[in-house]
């Protein structure tokens, strides 16, 4: 009896228990939702008070002191058990998705495990614990006063894409670990403060923090160290801080300001603006990047931002607008002054409004509209350079967006006897050069919109600018009157017009005769008449009444007779003895000059003149030029191989341009767009129609051996081939070679029967190569391709050249090291650029070098590359590929373009597509994919390789 109640006194104590168990795991899944309740409640208190204690800590860090020992620690241990908990509470709400019904959910193991978990706290609790001391600890510091950099409110750049492009440039060059100093350079008024602003806005995140001062003309190193003090405590500490120095006038003692630098402190990344390039390149930024002001499309959308879409509704307005617009010259400063100041305003405000920013001198307009002025001509005074001052005012004389050729401007300085002492022509030349560059890269100037080829020769003034330097130059001792490119068919000045003029410009006006009374203009150095209809000067005005009055002009070192339609060379040209330039070209009836005057001329260091088909005594006239010692640049166009004498010294000259012949076909001739602008330096030689006989000429072996000149052969109708006809004529060391109209040429190389080594090569030496409108030309080699090796060729141009259908075998593709243009127009047989195997097992092919590829109307094209292989394209940035219709692929593997950036001129940004037919904008292939879908490339990126692949569904 007494066993049986132990037992079962024993058995009631196992089942207490087994009750006591069950009933507590019972209740984790009967409790479920309040224990997960309670533990997000427990989660939400500890994320409370770490923001509480993250706060105090950056606020510390903030001011460079040192935390309490064991924050930093609890802070992180914090962050583990958030990181568990949210992981847990993600998959609890995933099995709830699963699992629960509209009764009871049927997996009770499921509620128990997450039941369980939620009261499993004990860690939780203890950091709750051990945080009520931080958050309690007098650790708190008072809060810095707000910065400039706090009140800044981000920019609307929806579709401002210039802007959208430097911002990118400059976060790229910031998260550089390489690049240490960035430097943003634009004019005035064109945003770069906004720029670095914006940049804080996208990069603060990277860094523990951004300081920022804006400096001035004059340098306050107190003001700069109290701005950026506590940022650059935190750099010795080792924080990665990033400081921006905005509108930095001239270099600056970072050292002296106290601002770390150098490899031991890579962390500290400095940013900084000016209105200049030399200021970031004597700042030693690893990083150049230039503000440009905005096109058309994106200004007149970024002053929609600032007036409101009435611009858009109400179309009296909106053509007033427009033009507001254009004159603000896309700088964002005038675009959201002007726009401020007349969003409010009636039509009648903006017309008058518009009217004074059409005038040079805004004087009386709005004082926030003249501010933006006088911030640009801030940068003109502070040009230290008197020939980049001089420069700057001369070409507001020209008409608005003109593009102006730098040589000109050695004209005039050397004409109006600006320099105080110059050596030659080329000096000048140097010193205008450098004027320039100053002009450039203080934003001054712009790149002209001409040819990339001869950009480097053209400068172009923005509107807004060139209004300053009007403003400019209507003050002090200068006095200019501009009226270019104002339409005018007359110009009839009043009589109490001001006498102290120094500058007239009338250019490119409808203008025909000059007033016939008379106008006295005592000081006037420059009158600008070119690109009128002018027929003819009258003696009242007392100019030029008929060229025999040159001979006077003793003094005069630069003569310019272009297109006047004069048979012969003056001869009191023979007076100038001071002369330094003459040119007389397109005066296409010149047949005659007088034996000595050109010899008169033993100061003349350039001479450009052209002869017409029927002249005589060009070559008594060229044996004269070949006396004058001080001749350096020789320009001639001559009807015949036979009028160069074989006395003249090219090894003297340091350019010159040759033309023998004329043209007889009657179809459009380009000659290479360098030619007018660089033969001062570098030689040119044009061969027309019958005037390349065999054997050569001793003076046309002499010059090609002395000077290997740039080559063009046009309609040379006896010609079939360079090698092995020309070959044996000095032809093998040329390295810039032309074919234009040689219908007879079917090959560049053919089957060469004289004495050749097995090592020779054809082509070695040739850098340039363009082959235009040869019809017969069938392919570029006819012999074994071992003999034929292209490591110097650096552009290709091949137009019109019907016949070929191939171009490179892959064994001489290869071999194409040094290429960086392809371009391949109007070939309409042309099926492939490159063909064959790859033998070597890699299968890979690398054009180091190739940065450009043109395919226009190429309509048999089948590909690029027939074969399969990887190709390598590490420089390649820009694609155009147009009317190739029967293009499907640009090759059958993958191709690797790490920095391509443009397709058709539309620059890439993120991930897009590119089509290899027809191409006009970005936009309307995106259209043609969704329509037709095309085979297309997916580029990822800038820096990932991509692959042609036939897409068949929409592009996204």
Not at 61 to 73: A, I, M, P, R, Y
Not at 517 to 524: D, R, T
Not at 674 to 687: A, M
Request: hydrophobic letters at 40%.
């Amino acid at each position: 009896m007494a066993e049986g109640a132990v037992v079962t006194s024993v058995a009631e104590k196992v089942v207490d228990s087994l009750f006591v168990v069950a009933k507590k795991e019972i209740s984790y899944m009967w409790n479920y939702k309040q224990y997960v309740q309670k533990y997000r409640s427990e989660i939400q208190k500890l994320k409370d008070m770490k923001g509480r204690i993250q706060q105090k800590i950056e606020l510390t860090k903030h001011k460079g002191d040192n935390l309490v020992h064991g924050v930093e620690d609890w802070v992180n241990a914090v962050a583990d058990e958030i990181l568990k908990a949210e992981e847990f509470i993600t998959k609890e709400a995933n099995a709830k998705k699963t699992c629960f019904g509209i009764g009871l959910c049927g997996n009770w193991s499921t509620l128990h495990h997450y039941g369980k978990k939620a009261t499993e706290t004990a860690s939780l609790m203890e950091l709750q614990v051990r945080g009520t001391v931080y958050d309690n600890i007098a650790i708190t510091i008072d809060t810095p006063a707000p910065r400039q950099l706090d009140f800044y409110k981000n920019k609307n750049l929806d579709g401002i894409i210039t802007q959208n492009s430097v911002l990118g440039d400059i976060i790229t060059a910031i998260k550089d670990e390489s690049i240490q100093i960035i430097g943003v350079y634009g004019v005035g008024g064109v945003g770069r403060t906004t720029m670095a602003k914006e940049v804080n806005s996208r990069v603060k995140n990277v860094f523990a923090d951004v300081a920022f001062t804006t400096l001035s003309q004059t340098v306050d190193s107190n003001k700069i160290k109290s701005d950026i003090g506590e940022a650059t405590k935190r750099i010795m500490k080792g924080e990665k801080i990033l400081i921006i120095l905005d509108d930095v006038w001239e270099e600056l003692d970072l050292e002296e300001l106290c601002i770390p630098r150098g490899i031991d402190h890579m962390n500290c990344k400095i940013l900084l603006t000016s209105r200049s390039e030399d200021v970031c390149d004597r700042m030693n930024a690893q990083s150049k990047i230039c503000v440009n002001s905005l096109p058309f499309k994106e200004a007149w959308i970024l002053f929609k931002h600032v007036v409101g879409d009435k611009v858009e509704t109400d179309i009296e307005l909106k053509l007033v607008a427009m033009e507001v617009v254009k004159e603000c010259g896309g700088l964002p400063l005038m675009l959201n002054v002007i726009g401020n100041t007349l969003k409010n305003r009636d039509v009648r405000s903006w017309k008058a409004a518009l009217t004074q920013l059409q005038k040079n001198v805004p004087a009386d307009i709005d004082p926030s509209i003249k501010k933006a002025f006088t911030r640009l001509k801030l940068s003109y005074d502070y040009l230290e350079n008197e020939e980049a001052q001089w420069c700057f005012l001369q070409c507001s004389m020209f008409p608005e967006d003109y593009n102006i050729l730098i040589e000109k401007l050695v004209h005039y300085r050397v004409g109006l006897e600006k320099f105080k002492e110059i050596e030659s022509m080329e000096d000048a030349r140097s010193r205008v050069q450098n004027a320039v560059n100053i002009l450039r890269s203080s934003s001054l100037m712009l790149d002209a919109d001409v040819e990339l080829a001869v950009s480097k020769y053209y400068i172009k003034m923005h509107d807004v600018v060139r209004d300053v330097a009007l403003l400019i130059a209507t003050s002090g001792t200068n006095d200019f009157l501009v009226m270019a490119g104002k339409g005018l068919e007359e110009w009839l000045p009043r009589n109490n017009i001001p006498q102290s003029y120094t500058g007239i410009s009338l250019m490119r006006n409808k203008i025909r005769k000059l007033p016939e009374y008379s106008i006295s203009f005592p000081n006037l150095e420059a009158l600008h008449l070119q690109d009128n209809n002018l027929s003819s000067i009258s003696d009242e005005n007392g100019n030029l009444c008929e060229i025999s009055i040159l001979g006077e002009l003793k003094s005069l070192e630069i003569l310019i007779l272009n297109e006047i339609g004069i048979k012969e060379v003056p001869e009191c040209i023979g007076q100038l003895v001071n002369l330094r330039r003459l040119e007389v070209r397109k005066c296409y009836e010149l047949s005659y000059t007088k034996p000595g005057v050109i010899l008169n001329l033993f100061r003349l260091e350039e001479l450009c003149i052209d002869f017409g088909i029927d002249s005589i005594g060009v070559l008594e006239f060229l044996v004269e030029v070949t006396c004058l010692s001080k001749l350096t640049c020789l320009r001639l166009k001559a009807p015949s191989v036979y009028d160069i004498p074989e006395g003249l010294n090219y090894k003297k000259l340091k350019g010159f341009d040759i033309q023998i012949g004329q043209l007889t076909s009657g179809f459009y001739y380009r000659k290479p767009v360098t030619v007018d602008y660089t033969w001062t330096s570098e030689c040119y030689l044009t061969l027309n129609s019958d005037n390349l006989v065999f054997p050569l000429l001793e003076w046309m072996k002499k010059v090609i051996e002395v000077s290997r000149p740039n080559i063009t052969l046009t309609e040379i109708k006896n010609l079939n081939n360079i090698v092995p006809d020309l070959y044996r004529e000095v032809f093998n060391h040329l390295e810039y070679i032309k074919l234009v109209g040689c219908y007879n040429v079917t090959c560049l190389v053919d089957r060469y029967d004289g004495q050749r080594s097995k090592k020779e090569k054809f082509l070695m030496e040739v850098k340039d190569l363009r082959l235009e409108q040869c019809k017969n030309l069938k392919v570029l080699w006819n012999c074994p391709d071992q003999f034929i090796s292209l490591p110097n060729l650096v552009n290709l141009h091949i137009v019109y050249c019907n016949k070929l259908v191939r171009l490179f075998p892959v064994s001489v593709a290869k071999g194409l090291v040094s290429m960086k243009e392809l371009h391949i127009e109007y070939c309409s047989e042309l099926e492939e650029v490159i063909w064959g195997e790859v033998e070597t097992a890699a299968k890979i092919i690398v054009f180091p070098c190739l940065t450009s590829i043109k395919l226009y109307y190429l309509v048999k094209l089948k590909s690029f590359y027939s074969g399969n292989c990887t190709i390598k394209y590490p420089s390649f940035v820009k694609v155009q590929v147009n009317t190739c219709s029967y293009m499907k692929t640009w090759g059958h593997g993958i191709q690797e373009t790490p920095k391509l950036k443009f397709v058709d001129d539309v620059p890439l940004d993120g991930i897009y597509s590119i089509n290899a037919a027809v191409v006009k904008s970005l936009e309307e292939y995106k259209s043609n994919v969704r329509a037709h879908g095309l085979y297309v490339w997916c580029l990822l990126g800038y820096n990932r390789s991509f692959q042609l692949t036939e897409v068949n569904q929409t592009c996204r």
